[in-house]
């Protein structure tokens, strides 16, 4: 389930996007699919398209810094195939995963409100149903964890967020969280590329166990 391409759930997010649609008429500037197949092991799930990233060009994670770490992370352990060029037509395949957000319009300065995440969720919903049981969700950052439990409809205080947790959920999935891998969180050390390989292997270890 996709949302609408001029979806008007969230009215200050649609203003928000006709008004970039006016400013650069050459950009994405909509929601913004899942990138992958769905019922891949692996749902990624970040917070919102970047302004300058996936709601320029209009595919998660790509073209703006975010990007650069995700998808060489996700070449190394096999999860992507190919180049990985910052551009939707880069010929990039995600064979093992799916990447969403779970807020698909671009707020500003990078901040949803709880209702517009609220209003997102449904979607987000659609997406952690056709994770296989076994499968794992990776939770980019603590909005994202705090969205996909509220989609499951689990309880947060049993399922604290932290880098490289790992969360049994009651729907027979995998629930792993990592530092969202921006820009800043790279710059302050607050996460490091072997940080957060090591948050996908543990994931990836879970999965292999059931
Ligand atoms: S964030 Fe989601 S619910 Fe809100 S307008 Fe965009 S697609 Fe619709």
Redesign the pocket.
Known sequence: ME?DPD????PR??SFRHRWRDAEPGWFNA?VPGFGPRGAQVLIVGLAPGLRGANRTGRPFTGDYAGDLLFATLLKYGLAQGRYGGHAEDGLALPGCRIVNA???VPPQNRPSGA?AA??RP?LAAELQALPPGGAALALGRVAHDAVLSALGERRAAHPFGHGALHRLGCRRWLADSYHCSRYNTNTGRLTPAMFEAAIEGMLEAIATG
């Open positions: 949302p979806c008007s759930l969230c997010l649609r929601p807020v698909r319009c517009e209003a997102c979607f």
